[in-house]
């Protein structure tokens, strides 16, 4: 079995900042490549990326002259590109600057003659911002330090999906943003929300304003950026009156005045007795604050998951009521 030092290795942001800024913006550009290509769908969920096994991915994309993926492989630093006809490129991350990478994955697009234009600018990131096309300065590439991250990625991945589970209303898959660089899950009330006030940087108004058009609790993780550490995150929209004062846990989880939201820091979960454990009581119980403190309808809402081992009576023909043929 995977020890906790192995599944929720160290972050300190110091040593890595660098190189989170570079693969910050690589990830923007692959993101709007899939957001010029795709439908919209609600709340923007049609411009995440995905983790896969080897890291992110944009799924299927499809283009009017075939489908295609784009692929982070963070465990052997490479962008993938693969086609639907079995076409595959790909190039070596380490030693590129934003401005490289940018060229480098217009140039294999065009080779593979899937030609996309995009807005070649940083959203969701204060001024100074450079078009990717001139940003020559973001170029640090710490192979040690993706790794730690992604294996980070991949333990809260796991936990989100158990929390996900445990909501029978309309909630977003586990999914990661490249304009704040962070992996999500969000639950909806059902009901609408007041109209978002806006003002994130680089991004219509508009964006954000659908993307918070009915009453939600959100949560996730962020490996640093904007906050000086790793640290998860929960917070409500509209923020229902008591919930900045709310009782949470487990202890280190704070609400932070600035953000508007409840931060857990990472390493309170890492040196955790039991981490899953206390990221699952973080998640449920900012979700009970938002959702009792708004008045959600949690009868209708909240679920409970059949135990495994019942699905797994089912799926082989044990379950009550199963029969065979």
Known sequence: MTSNH??????????????????HLWTQIVGKVRLALTP????????????????????LIHHPRGAFEIEFDLRRHRLLVVTGTGERRSFVLQGLSVAAFYRTLMDTLDELDLSVEIWPSPVELP???LAFPEDTQHMVYDPDAVERYWQALLSVHRVLNVFRGGFGGKVSPVHFFWGAFDLA??????????????????CPDWVMEEAYSH????????????????????????????????????VGAAYHVGLGEFILPYEAVRLAADPDAALLEFL????????????????SLDYTPWPAATVQQVISGQGAGHHQT
């Open 284 to 299: 449920q119980s900012t979700y009970v604050a938002a959702a009792e403190l708004g008045h959600w309808d949690r009868v």
């Open 40 to 59: 919209w769908v609600n709340h923007s969920w049609h411009l995440t990326l995905s983790l896969s096994a080897r890291g992110l991915t944009t799924d």
């Open 185 to 202: 899950v969000t639950r909806f009330s059902g009901r609408t929300a007041p109209k978002y006030p806006g003002g994130v940087p680089h």
């Open 6 to 23: 192995d599944a929720w290795p160290p972050l300190p942001l110091a040593p890595w900042q660098d190189t989170l800024e570079t693969l």
């Open 127 to 129: 001024d100074p911002i």
């Open 215 to 250: 009453e939600l609790s959100s949560a996730g993780f962020w490996p640093g950026t904007g906050l000086g550490e790793a640290a998860f995150y929960a917070y409500a929209y509209p923020e229902p009156p008591g919930f900045k004062t709310a009782r949470v846990g487990p």
